[in-house]
């Protein structure tokens, strides 16, 4: 991929994310009300493909994003260049993105 | 009259084949005295082997830019009043930059970087053709007036983080330049502009810390004309075009 077309996947995904940021963080204030338990979460989220199609895309969405933002500082900060940093910056994101993915399915299944 | 009679001015001395030091020289302080003054006192009274570059003397020619006390400024048109600290100053080659010697930087990856952002003309018209009419009030043209001022002396260049960090990165001087072409009724060929700077260090490698702006001696606004061309190459992306 061009510099260019990493920088709109960076800006796209981040357009993506917002909304989600928002639910996820509106969800948690509305969830702790009363207490929080791992029953009333699983509850909420086992066996939901809203939830488990709300995470995927979140997790993407962040994995693509944050990649991205990384490949940058290891360029700038680290030194990093050419296919080392790119191949770093590919195993990171999909490290977040198996993280994030086993954590959604962890959920929902 | 000064407080003191004499400044310490701190000179980093060196190139390429010798180590980079500083040396430490008295000079006559006076009530009204540039940077460049200072220099080239020491170069004239002192050691004449010290090298630096200057012209204009009147913040035309962008030749003399160093960095005073860690911040690059345009020393013709610095007076030592408003940096000296406690009597002293010191003074180096341009940040970001090849050293030639002393405080003569080499600034060739500055102009080559100028070319690389497609910063030259693409005529419109032939010699043979009318002169263009060009509107003064024009958006374009107002955008366009805002960046012509650039006198080349790379202190944005120097001021910049984002250079220091990634050294592909065509930096302020070079994408302004661009942003005033594409913004030119002249200008015959905007995608081939859109194209140099959407490449490797082009504009979306800038951060928008705004040193840039900030440090720019004739107040011109680089961090503006970076996030302009931000937008054209986007709206290029989604199908949005330049007439």
């Known amino acids: 991929m061009s510099e260019f077309q990493l920088y709109m996947a960076q800006r796209l995904s981040a357009l993506v994310m917002a909304p989600f940021v928002i639910v996820h963080i509106g969800v948690m204030i509305y969830a702790i009300q009363g207490g929080l338990t791992a029953a ?43 296919g080392l940093r790119d191949g770093l910056s590919a195993v990171i994101g999909l490290g977040l993105f198996l993280l994030g993915a086993q954590a959604v399915w962890a959920v929902t299944a | 009259m000064p407080e003191r009679d004499h400044l ?15 040396q430490t020289f008295e000079v006559p302080a006076y009530d009204n005295q540039t940077v460049l003054d200072v220099v080239s006192w020491i170069q004239q009274n002192t050691d004449p082997t010290l090298t630096y570059r200057f012209a204009c003397r009147v913040g035309m020619c962008g030749s003399c830019a160093m960095m005073v006390n860690g911040v690059p400024r345009w020393t013709c048109r610095t007076h030592v009043s408003k940096v000296v600290k406690g009597g002293a100053i010191e003074v180096g080659p341009l940040r970001n930059l090849p050293v030639i010697k002393d405080l003569a930087a080499d600034m060739d990856p500055f102009f080559d970087k100028w070319v690389a952002a497609e910063g030259m003309h693409h005529p419109t018209r032939t010699r043979e053709d009318e002169i263009e009419a060009i509107d003064p009030v024009a958006s374009d043209r107002q955008e366009a007036n805002a ?86 190459t986007t709206k290029r992306f989604f199908g949005g075009r330049k007439g």
Not at chain 2, 8 to 22: A, E, F, K, L, N
Not at chain 2, 162 to 175: I, K, R, W
Not at chain 2, 206 to 213: A, D, E, L, R, V
Request: include cysteine; aromatic fraction near 8%.
């Open chain 1, 40 to 82: 009333e979460i699983l509850g909420r989220t086992q066996g939901s493909v809203f939830w488990l199609a709300f995470y995927v895309m979140f997790v993407i969405a962040v994995s693509i994003h944050a990649t991205i933002g990384l490949r940058t500082i290891l360029g700038e900060w680290v030194g990093l260049r050419g």
């Open chain 2, 8 to 22: 310490t001015v701190t000179v980093q001395r060196g190139g390429p084949d010798t180590p980079q030091r500083p």
């Open chain 2, 147 to 232: 960046g012509i001022e650039c006198i080349n002396c790379s202190v944005c260049y120097s001021a910049c983080d984002t250079v220091a960090g990634n050294p592909d990165y065509l930096g302020p001087a070079a994408l302004q330049r661009a942003w005033t072409l594409y913004n030119d009724a002249k200008d015959a060929d905007r995608d081939a502009i859109l194209d140099a700077v959407s490449g490797k260090g082009g504009c979306h490698s800038c951060h928008s810390m705004g040193s840039c702006t900030a440090y720019c001696p004739n107040e011109l606004d680089p961090l503006s004309a970076i996030a302009g061309l931000k937008r054209a």
